[in-house]
Every structure is written in structure tokens, then in C-alpha cells.
């Protein structure tokens, strides 16, 4: 008789990959890497990676079949679970031993492009272990289960314990990938210097982050201990009106797909305009694609609405005066971003786009201009010509010198409210 039992670490790991993929972007998530040991033989270094900057997020995922879908788990079954995570703490090692075959940092992406990163690159690294208990009829046991640890260091690396579901709430929360690393960065600081419960729920930690951060420095400043029980359940309301409040940045996220939906597909770009300028690549590329998304994906979620919002007020002057546009700079980032609403013919909007990208990048001193363009037609509604465009080496002509003085004033300061200025 076959047997009938599902492989529940490939159903899980699909499920993280998923979520991964859709939150992080799948073109920084990688499945299940292999790498040659001394010895010749391939094993695969974790079930999932995500590589993004300098950061690597090493994650090992978990399940255990319980005996039942009960409240509370036997003690045979709590010593099978534990001995089943604690397992991946020994599997973390692994990528240690991965770092020393050369030929470990070229993946392939969840998108099926090659993704590649040296040794040298990587400066941060965080371990995530992702279990789940399911019953027998396959679905998520509702047995609550909390480890008396849920964050520790690991040979140095932070190690944070996370159920199924507490991802899947953080990745709604913390919905873009430098959101969520600046998350476990503040939860790593917490637990690894005891200002919080060990067994303090995950997404209290981003309640106090985004909703209380005055308090949270104040516990930094003096090594307080924080009681955090029932914290997001009294934010609840401010929850709403800053979800609300968020919803332009999306924008963004719809940028991102588009111009992936782009790649390689037939586009309306002025040959001539190419080889006159200095573009990393042919725009609607692979290679331009690639090139660009580290640059949006960078922004965390207050930034890409700040971006959404200037760009939506650009393009209601567009449909009055025919043409506006706006620089932003983003704290902690040297690349600077233009926006422009233009109504003309596809090459005239490209046109007008590199020549004020690359005025942008001598007024205000940056190497990279991200600049994106589109008809005074509301967001999400027309199509956009977006151009990384590379200062290094430009030459200035005295016609762009008395463009920059005409079009650009000095650049203001961005001022943000107060609730913003941790994890969102």
C-alpha cells in the first residue's frame, strides 16, 4: 500500500519560499543551495537564503506531524519538536563550510535568473528558524507552542525562532525586505541584551519599534526592562490609520512587477538615445532590470510612500502645466530618485527624463539617479519609462549647467513624523 503520508518539508518550505518571494522579491531569494564539500560530495547549505546588499538571511525550516490537533502538546511530542528545531541549529553550521567552496556564490533566483555575491560582500548575517506543527488531517496544529528562548546568539549569528504563522504576520507587518531586517536587527539588540521577555511575542517588538520608539530608546539609553505584554492590542486603532496611510507607497511594489513583466519584451526606446548616454544597460533588459531593482528594493515602506506621494502631486501639475518633476533623497541612501510627469510622445518623455536625471546628479553631487517618467495620467494607470543613470565620468556642458540653474533649487529636507522613525 503507498504510502499516503505528504512530504511536509517540501509543503513548508514552498510555503516560506513563497512568502519570501512575494515579500523580499524573488530576485533575492534563493531554494535550497548547494555546495561541494572538500571531499567532492553536494549538500545543500540551508533550505532557503535571501542575499540582498551586505546581508545574508540563512533560514531553515521545520515541521512536526503531533498526534493530534490538541491545545496542548504530550511531552513525547514536545521532545520530538525540539529535537527536530534544535536540529537546525546544527544545519546553520553548514554555511560556514559552504563559504569555503568558490563556486558557492552564483544561485539561480526564484525568478530564474543568476544571482550571484562574493564572500567579500557580505557583512551581516541572520539565521531564522521556521517551524510548524501540523496535524494529521494536514492542517497547522493550533497547539500553542513557545520555546523558552526565541532568540539567541549562534557561533556569534543571531538566531530568531519563528512559527509559521508569526512570519507570515511579520512579512505583513514588515512587508519590505530592509523593513524586516531592521526588525530582527532591533529584536536581536532586545533579546541578546535582555531588555525583553524571552518568550516576548514577535510582533509586540514591532508594535514597540513603530508605534512607541521614544520608549525603546529610552530602554536602550538605560538598559530597562520592558514589559510589552498587551502592547499591540492597545495600537490597534493607529495600526489601522497608518496602514491606511501607507497605501500610495504600493506604487512602488506595482512598479517593480511591471518592469519585470518588461523584460526582454518589445519596448519603445530611442536607439540613438542609448548610445549617446552613459545607461547601465539597454533599458527592458535582463541586465537593466537587474541592475535597477536593488535600487527600488532598497526603499523601505515610508520611503516608497514619500515617493508615491510626490510623484502622484507631479503628475496633477503635469495635467495643468504639461510637465513636473521632483528629485527626493532618502536618509541613508546615496542614490537619489526624479520623478517626472510629462505629456509628449514616448521619446520625448525619454529625452526629458535622462536630461534631467543627469542635471539631478551634478546639482545635488550623487553617482546614481533612479528616474522614472510617466504620461499625467493617474499611478498604476499608464506605463513608466524608468533609467538608472551613472554620473561617474559625465561630462557637464555649459548648456546643462544653465539647465541645472534654471530647474533646480537646493534640495529640502525631508521632516517625518515621529511614528515612522523606527521600523517603518
Known amino acids: 500500500m503507498p504510502d499516503s503520508t505528504p512530504n511536509l518539508g517540501k509543503i513548508a518550505e514552498d510555503w516560506v519560499e513563497h512568502i519570501c518571494a512575494t515579500t523580499f522579491l524573488a530576485d533575492f531569494t534563493v531554494r535550497g543551495p548547494k555546495y561541494r564539500k572538500r571531499g567532492g560530495q553536494t549538500k545543500e ?6 542575499a540582498f546588499g551586505d546581508t545574508l538571511v540563512i533560514i531553515q525550516v521545520k515541521t512536526k506531524l503531533v498526534e493530534q490537533a ?24 553548514a554555511m560556514v ?24 560582500d557580505i557583512k551581516n548575517a541572520v539565521a531564522i528558524t521556521v517551524y510548524g506543527l501540523v496535524a494529521p488531517d494536514g492542517q497547522f ?7 523558552t528562548q526565541s532568540c539567541f546568539p549562534e557561533d556569534g549569528i543571531p538566531v530568531h525562532l ?3 504563522q508569526e512570519l507570515r504576520l511579520l ?8 523593513d524586516f531586517l531592521n526588525y530582527l536587527g532591533v529584536r536581536a539588540m532586545l533579546h541578546l541584551q535582555g531588555l525583553v521577555h524571552p518568550q516576548t511575542l514577535p510582533e509586540d517588538v514591532w508594535t514597540l519599534a513603530t508605534f512607541e520608539p521614544d520608549r525603546l530608546l529610552q530602554a536602550m539609553k538605560t538598559n530597562a526592562k520592558l514589559d510589552l505584554v498587551g502592547i499591540t ?18 506604487f512602488v511594489d506595482w512598479l517593480i512587477q511591471k518592469l519585470y513583466e518588461g523584460v526582454e519584451s518589445p519596448t519603445e526606446i530611442d536607439d540613438e538615445l542609448v548610445a549617446k548616454t552613459k545607461m547601465l544597460a539597454r533599458p527592458g533588459s535582463v541586465e537593466a532590470f537587474q541592475e535597477t531593482i536593488p535600487f527600488l528594493a532598497k526603499l523601505r515602506r515610508r520611503d516608497r510612500n514619500e515617493l508615491a506621494i510626490g510623484f502622484a502631486e507631479k503628475v496633477e501639475c503635469a495635467k495643468k502645466d504639461g510637465m513636473a518633476f521632483q528629485v527626493l533623497k532618502f536618509e541613508g541612501h546615496g542614490e537619489a530618485f526624479l520623478v517626472l510627469a510629462i505629456d509628449g510622445s514616448r521619446k520625448e518623455r525619454q529625452v526629458a527624463l535622462l536630461n534631467l536625471a543627469r542635471a539631478a546628479a551634478y546639482k545635488i553631487g550623487v553617482r546614481h539617479v533612479v528616474a522614472i517618467a510617466t504620461a499625467p495620467i493617474s499611478l498604476g494607470e499608464s506605463d513608466c519609462d524608468v533609467m538608472l543613470v551613472d554620473a561617474k565620468d559625465m561630462k557637464i556642458d555649459d548648456r546643462l549647467v544653465e539647465a541645472v540653474n534654471g530647474f533646480f533649487g537646493t534640495p529640502q529636507k525631508v521632516i517625518r513624523l515621529p511614528t515612522t522613525s523606527a521600523v517603518r
Open 171 to 178: 512579512t505583513k507587518l514588515a512587508d519590505t525586505l530592509p
Open 70 to 93: 490538541a491545545t496542548v502538546l504530550t511531552e513525547h511530542d514536545l521532545k520530538r519538536t525540539a529535537d527536530t528545531v534544535g536540529r537546525a541549529m546544527q544545519q546553520f553550521r
Open 97 to 120: 563550510e559552504a563559504a569555503d567552496d568558490p563556486g558557492f556564490f552564483t544561485f539561480i533566483n526564484a525568478r530564474g535568473h543568476p544571482l550571484r555575491f562574493g564572500k567579500s
Open 233 to 250: 492590542e492597545r495600537h490597534q486603532e493607529a495600526m489601522a490609520v497608518w496602514e491606511k496611510a501607507e497605501e500610495p507607497s504600493y
Open 45 to 50: 547549505a540551508a533550505d532557503l537564503l535571501v
Open 162 to 164: 519563528f512559527t509559521m
Open 141 to 147: 496544529s493550533h497547539t500553542n507552542l513557545r520555546f
